[in-house]
């Protein structure tokens, strides 16, 4: 990827909203959930020569779960408190060498729920960390999710979810598991995330969503996440709507095989990205697969087969050609026409 700009400056930039509404999760507790705007407002906010730059779009929500209406965006600058932080010698310290102080902020704040940001963690063992407050207004259980989460551009799910009683505030961490990203040379300068809030026990009744987008490094700094192409990539599909890359294979004695791909989403639509008509050399044999890619972003992914469905389909001396139809769809509109469908081989 681009090499992130040096050091940020006071000067406030305006935010880059994208308009991504997402569904919620059903999960209980804080804990790790599977498989992956509106008003506007911007946080500008310096450490040392940092510049942390959070912008908070809402969408309104009807009974049904679906948006009202269309997007209303207001942009507001606020500039916060900070705390400088120096070394021994007075010297400012790197951006990649400390955690990023920020005042407490609302990211989500109506008469039902609030989350507050209180803490950004850069240096935490397990992952690049956000520190949320949650607030349950309400006297009825609420479930706190991430949908879904981009990082420079790249799909990284937090994996993350916290129920929160009725009347109660909890502490939440939404850590980026540095498992998921490390492979990536991630910055780090532009995280979108996407909170819902649904009942805890009617969960198919959602609350509130809203996207947020915090740029660390400010807004001016961040750069997208570029894969570079190999001699070996086979380009499967690359339309108006999509580019799929199949990258190489791997084969476990335990989980199976897999067929990685990268999957480039060109739209401002969620896609479902999904396999259909699947034949390992000539048998069918549908793969477990089906993902997630948010608007205007990208993911690895892997289309995987296990070790006893090869077994039972005799596929004992390896994989000479995989052939599918790879398939999109609108995530938040399954009644909408598929987007795109292709015919592929693979020849591993």
């Known amino acids: 990827m681009s090499k992130r700009a040096a050091k940020g400056t006071n000067k406030k930039e305006p935010a880059v909203v994208r308009k991504n509404p997402r569904v919620s999760a059903r999960t209980s507790g804080e804990t790790k959930k599977k498989n992956k705007f509106g008003t506007v407002g911007i946080l500008v906010i310096v450490a040392a020569a940092l510049i942390v730059v959070i ?55 109506n008469d039902s729920c609030q989350v507050i940001i209180t803490a950004i963690d850069t240096q935490n063992p397990s992952g690049y960390t956000i520190d949320v407050e949650l607030v349950n207004k309400t006297d009825s259980s609420q479930m706190y999710s991430v949908k879904y989460a981009t990082v420079d551009g790249l799909s990284v799910d937090p994996n993350w979810a916290s129920e929160v009683g009725g009347g109660a505030t909890k502490e939440g961490h939404i850590t980026f598991h540095k498992s998921d990203y ?17 009942d805890a026990v009617e969960t198919s009744t959602q609350i509130t969503q809203q996207a947020v987008i915090i740029y660390p490094y400010g807004a001016g700094t961040a750069t997208m996440y570029t894969r570079k192409e190999k001699d070996s990539d086979v380009v499967l599909v690359d339309n108006n709507a999509m580019k799929v890359t199949y990258i190489g294979s791997t084969n476990d004695d335990v989980w199976g095989y897999s067929a990685n791909v990268y999957i480039e989403n060109k739209t401002g639509t969620n896609l479902w990205v999904s396999a259909a008509d699947v034949k390992v050399n000539g048998t069918s044999l549908d793969p477990f697969w089906g993902t997630t890619v948010p608007a205007n972003s990208a993911a690895y992914n892997s289309i995987c087969w296990t070790t006893s469905q090869f077994s039972e389909a005799g596929i004992t001396d390896g994989v000479s050609s995989i052939e599918m139809l790879i398939n999109a769809n609108n995530y938040d509109d399954w009644e909408a026409l598929q987007i795109t469908s292709e015919a592929v081989t693979i020849n591993p």
Do not use: H
Request: overall charge negative; some cysteine; glycine content about 10%.
């Open 182 to 198: 490390a492979a990536y040379n991630l910055g780090f300068t532009d995280i979108q995330l996407v909170f819902v809030v649904n």
């Open 55 to 109: 912008a908070v779009i809402t969408i309104g929500i009807g009974c049904n779960g679906k948006p009202n209406g269309g997007s209303i965006f207001n942009n507001k600058d606020t500039d916060l408190n900070v705390e400088v932080q120096t070394d021994e010698n007075g010297e400012t310290i790197a951006a990649d060498s400390t955690a990023i102080q920020i005042e407490r902020q609302n990211l989500l704040n």
